[in-house]
Structure formats: structure tokens, C-alpha cells
């Protein structure tokens, strides 16, 4: 294992939305994955005393489902809850590469739950951007229990069976751009 400060780059980073995204991905209907994303979100990264600060939110009336019905079940109380519970945050305590890749743990806030998730992914850069400046690329997926963070909505299908799984998957695909 390697330390943060060695496959980190030195500065502070800013997502870019252009060209990053947040999503979530969950079985539908035992037969399908449904998958949503958030519009509005911001990620931070910088090593401040050799530690890692990866700090990101998404606002939670930004989620993106491509029906407007889906959407205010979604914000309402039986999901998210976006009145009382506006923000999911996540703040990383370690990030550390693997043979296959770097591993960031941290805690995750959804609805109020915090819990601990491990996220498995990739690193790249910094390169050097067109027009200027420097960027980074971060991958990462974890899977979370949905109960865990207080989603527990789901109904039963006629054939038996629920129409959510348990398991949602979160991916993150972010380019950070230097604010140096």
C-alpha cells in the first residue's frame, strides 16, 4: 500500500461539472437497473499536513430521473427527504493505492445516517489542461446498503418479490482542475 501523499498531487482541486458526474445505480423490478445521477454538486481535493481532504456534496434537489413524478417521490419523506435533509455529503479519512487501484474511506451522509463506505477506483494526472492549468482524474464505485442511510421505501410485486433491491451502487467520475 502506498500513502496518500504519494499518489495524491500537491495543491488544492476543484471539480469540474462539466466534465464530472455523480450517479447511482439500484436493481428495479427484479428485472432492470435503474440508474439517476445529481445535477448540482461539489468535490474538493487537497493534501493539507500530508493527509488527504476529499470532501464532496450533491444537492439532493438535484437529482436527475427521467420522469418529473419519479423525481418528487424521490425528494419526499418516503425517499431523501430534500426538505429536511437538503445535502448527501461525503468526507474521505483515508485514501490509499492497491494493486489494482486507490481505495478511499470515508463517511457518507445520506438522510441524516452517516456511515463508513470504502470506494474502489482509479487516479490519473495531474496532466497539463488545453488553454492552461492542470487536471486530475478520479474513478470511483462503492455499493451501500440503501437501508443503512435510512432509504427503506420499496413495494411488493405481484409475482412476489420487491420492486427495489437492497444494494444501490455509487459511482463518481470526476476531473479536478487546480485552483493554483
Do not use: C
Not at 443503512?148 to 411488493?156: E, I, K, R
Amino acid at each position: 500500500m502506498t500513502t496518500a501523499q504519494a499518489i495524491l498531487p500537491k495543491g488544492s482541486w476543484k471539480s469540474d461539472p462539466v466534465h464530472s458526474s455523480v450517479g447511482f445505480s439500484v436493481k428495479h423490478m427484479g428485472a432492470g437497473t435503474f440508474r439517476g445521477s445529481f445535477d448540482d454538486y461539489d468535490v474538493s481535493l487537497s493534501l493539507v499536513e500530508g493527509e488527504p481532504r476529499l470532501i464532496g456534496s450533491a444537492r439532493v434537489e438535484s437529482v436527475d430521473v427521467k420522469d418529473e413524478n419519479l423525481k418528487g417521490h424521490l425528494l419526499s419523506p418516503e425517499f431523501f427527504d430534500a426538505e429536511r435533509h437538503p445535502e448527501i455529503s461525503f468526507v474521505a479519512r483515508d485514501m490509499r493505492e492497491e494493486s489494482d487501484g486507490i481505495v478511499v474511506e470515508g463517511d457518507l451522509t445520506v438522510k441524516g445516517f452517516t456511515g463508513t463506505v470504502e470506494a474502489h477506483g482509479s487516479i490519473s494526472g495531474p496532466v497539463e489542461a488545453l488553454g492552461g492549468g492542470h487536471r486530475v482524474g478520479i474513478d470511483l464505485e462503492t455499493v451501500v446498503d440503501r437501508h443503512d442511510f435510512g432509504l427503506d421505501w420499496n413495494a411488493d410485486l405481484p409475482q412476489g418479490g420487491k420492486v427495489l433491491g437492497d444494494d444501490v451502487t455509487l459511482t463518481v467520475h470526476l476531473e479536478l482542475v487546480s485552483e493554483e
